[in-house]
């Protein structure tokens, strides 16, 4: 099993990006799936959060400008990160809980590589 995170980059404060992340493999389910982000210095922050029935929560710094989604079909989660902040640079990370068939039927969390995010201000 594998996430592939995409769609990080440089944007000015007030800008947008929309980040993707995409699970491949012997996958029979995915669970939980979230983003958190880790910026210089600092330690990794869950930073929104989406339950395989799409009820979502956020980190309080980023409720009302970023929004959580999913496609179950494409197995990939979302995150679109609207009124960027100079404080919202940080690689972000996916992250999935999945259910995997390799002879029998198995439970893992995994990782996505990460990708940049930078916000000048």
């Known amino acids: 099993v594998q996430l592939q995170a995409s769609g990080g980059g440089l944007v000015q404060a007030g800008g947008s990006l929309r980040l993707s992340c995409a699970a491949s493999?012997?996958?029979?389910?995915?669970?939980?799936m979230a983003w958190y982000r880790q910026a210089p210095g600092k330690e990794r922050e869950p930073v929104a959060a989406i339950t395989s029935g799409g009820r979502s929560n956020y980190t309080d710094s980023v409720k009302g400008r970023f929004t959580i989604s999913r496609d179950n079909a494409k197995k990939t989660v979302y995150l679109q990160m609207n009124s960027l902040k100079p404080e919202d640079t940080a690689v972000y990370y996916c992250?999935?809980?999945?259910?995997?068939?390799?002879?029998?039927?198995?439970?893992?969390?995994?990782w996505g590589q990460g990708t940049l995010v930078t916000v000048s201000s």
């Open positions: 992250n999935a809980g999945v259910t995997y068939y390799s002879g029998d039927y198995y439970e893992n969390n995994y």
């Open positions: 493999g012997s996958i029979i389910r995915i669970n939980d």
